[in-house]
């Protein structure tokens, strides 16, 4: 199962991991020691990055015997080379001091498995294993020789030491994290460099730029400015084959380049030449060449994986958006038909309520007509109260079946041609006994000749007598005023009182559903809240609008303009049978 997760190493025998350290290491000083420029400047120092990397890979609780087989490999190549045994453990447990240091960092900053596909990771690991760790390795190699031989000049020791770790770190660490990776994607079945054809081209790429720079570096130096070339094609290998890529062709280069500097030194005697300052310019710009190409591909996977992110947010998008569109029309037709069920249990009751009703108001009207005899003072308020309760109640029942029909879009609109000023008159008249009744004064503000509409007659009343029966009910004291007048492409009609008026936080909701009105005497008005409802659907259905103007204990003014409907639109009715279509009369 590890195999398959591409986890050999970690899941490896430690015996297995230790002997593998001690080889790989062995092998690594002997290239590095082989590649030193007069056998004394190291341009890049590889047993740095294969330790970092293998301790990097590794289980923290086996560090310690890793450690013990590098000390023991870092020992046997430095006698190898007549170093001194004291020189020899000493460089070893600077050099395991610094791997540690970096594998430690790698955990923090780039975590494990080791994957370089953020800027973040890139910094962390440019920062912590390259630069800082290897400052601790120089610093006790210096150390130790400054002990060992009395060194005056440990200043340029220092830095040769601590410029070389770092450049082994970035190229072997940089190179081997990336290829750890790409193992581990070929182990799960993905393509890690997509095609023979491209896997080609990436090793012709590195041949040919390795070449390059080997041929300039021998025969110009690495002063020269015509290397900086170089990074062309390495920045065509990190956009073309991403983080392994960039990898690939950083190691490449750095072999390469150590390579033709050794030879430049060992072949020729350059003039006026420094050797250190040569090594020095070489290692600061491969180190630079590494990070720029790492820092690229970062940003690239960075904007890939925010690409699919927000591709693959766009698809949850749009699949929740159709999903709650399907919810949506599912709920839209249940709501559909929970109103037409609604509309016709209401319409079936109020014509149920209705007939008994009337029946009840006209044989009160018939027995207030002593037709049956003569009638006390008693039974003629008991009678006028049955009458008057049975008109309320069926003014509840009507405005309830309205208002459903307004709600579920059953009201139609039967526009006839029609006197306004006559219905006016009428609403008037309906009104005036409760008017007299409270002591109001009930005017009508209309021009004197006649005013014709083309509109629903039935719902223009139904509109004028909610309104003038809501201001009879809140005037206690003075006038109510019903108004007409002809507007531009219409007409406008103005209900006025002198009541008690609305209060500006009331103002925005009078006119929503089953809302009432507050009285400053505390008393509960009549009816269901439906009445400016109504008024409201009605408007919007005929094509108007309405306004309303009040100040708290000053009175309220509501207008509403309606237009006037083409002459085509209208049937063929007279103002007075467009009259007569009052549901109040019945």
Not at 91 to 113: H, I, K, Q, S
Not at 531 to 557: F, K
Request: net charge negative.
């Amino acid at each position: 199962m590890s195999g398959q997760r591409g986890e050999f190493w970690i899941d490896a025998p430690l015996w297995l991991k230790a002997m593998v350290v001690a080889v790989a290491y062995l092998v690594a000083a002997e290239l590095g020691n082989a590649l030193s420029v007069q056998q004394q400047f190291s341009t890049f120092w590889p047993a740095a990055g294969v330790l970092l990397v293998l301790l990097a890979l590794a289980r923290p609780r086996e560090w310690p015997l890793l450690l013990l087989a590098a000390a023991a490999a870092n020992i046997g190549s430095d006698l190898l080379h007549d170093r001194a045994p004291l020189v020899a453990l000493g460089f070893a447990a600077a050099n395991c001091a610094e791997a540690a240091l970096g594998a430690t960092m790698v955990r923090l900053f780039v975590g494990v498995p080791a994957v370089l596909d953020t800027r973040r990771k890139v910094l962390g690991f440019m920062a912590g294993s390259a630069v800082l760790a290897p400052v601790l390795g120089a610093s006790i190699g210096t150390a130790v020789l400054a002990v060992t031989y009395g060194l005056t000049q440990w200043w340029s020791t220092w830095v040769t030491w601590w410029s070389g770790d770092a450049v082994g770190i970035l190229s072997v660490g940089a190179f081997s994290f990336a290829a750890a990776h790409a193992n581990r994607r070929r182990l799960l079945g993905e393509r890690w460099i997509p095609t023979p054809g491209r896997g080609l081209s990436l090793g012709a790429l590195l041949v040919i730029t390795g070449v390059a720079g080997w041929w300039m570096v021998t025969n110009f130096g690495p002063l020269t400015g015509w290397k900086s070339v170089i990074f062309l094609p390495v920045l065509l290998a990190a956009a073309a084959f991403g983080t392994f890529g960039a990898a690939s062709m950083g190691l490449t280069l750095t072999m390469s380049m150590a390579i033709g500097l050794d030879e430049r030194w060992s072949k020729v005697f350059v003039a006026n030449g420094d050797v250190g300052l040569e090594v020095f310019a070489l290692q600061a710009f491969l180190a630079v060449l590494i990070f720029t190409a790492l820092h690229v591909t970062a940003t690239i996977e960075e904007s890939r994986v925010a690409e699919e992110a927000a591709a693959l947010g766009e698809r949850r998008l749009r699949e929740a958006h159709e999903q709650l569109e399907v919810k949506v029309a599912a709920r839209t037709a249940d709501l559909v038909e929970a109103l037409g069920a609604k509309s016709r249990f209401l319409a079936n009751m109020s014509h149920e309520l209705r007939t008994p009703l009337n029946s009840i108001i006209g044989f009160a009207g018939v027995m207030e007509q002593e037709l049956a005899g003569p009638l006390t003072e008693d039974q003629r308020t008991q009678l006028g109260m049955i009458h008057r309760s049975g008109n309320r109640l069926l003014r509840l029942v009507n405005d309830v079946l309205d208002y459903s029909r307004i709600e579920s879009g059953d009201e139609t609109v039967s526009p006839t041609h029609f006197d306004l000023c006559e219905l006016v008159d009428d609403v008037s008249s309906s009104l005036a006994s409760e008017a007299r009744a409270k002591g109001i004064q009930l005017g009508v503000a209309a021009p004197a000749e006649s005013l014709k509409l083309c509109s629903d007659s039935r719902k223009v009343r139904q509109i004028l007598l909610n309104l003038a029966d809501n201001a009879v009910k809140f005037t206690d004291a003075g006038e109510v005023t019903i108004g007409c007048a002809k507007d531009d492409a219409g007409i406008t009609l103005t209900v006025s009182d002198t009541g008690i008026g609305i209060a500006p936080d009331q103002r925005s909701s009078i006119m929503d559903d089953f809302t009432q009105l507050d009285r400053s005497d505390g008393m509960k008005p009549d009816g269901t809240g439906l009445g400016l409802a109504i008024v409201r659907g009605l408007v919007a259905l005929l094509g108007g609008r309405v306004a309303l103007v009040s100040e708290l204990g000053a009175g309220s003014t509501f207008r509403v303009w309606l237009p006037n409907m083409p002459d085509e639109f209208c049937l063929d009715q007279s103002p007075h049978q467009a009259g007569e279509t009052d549901r109040r009369a019945e």
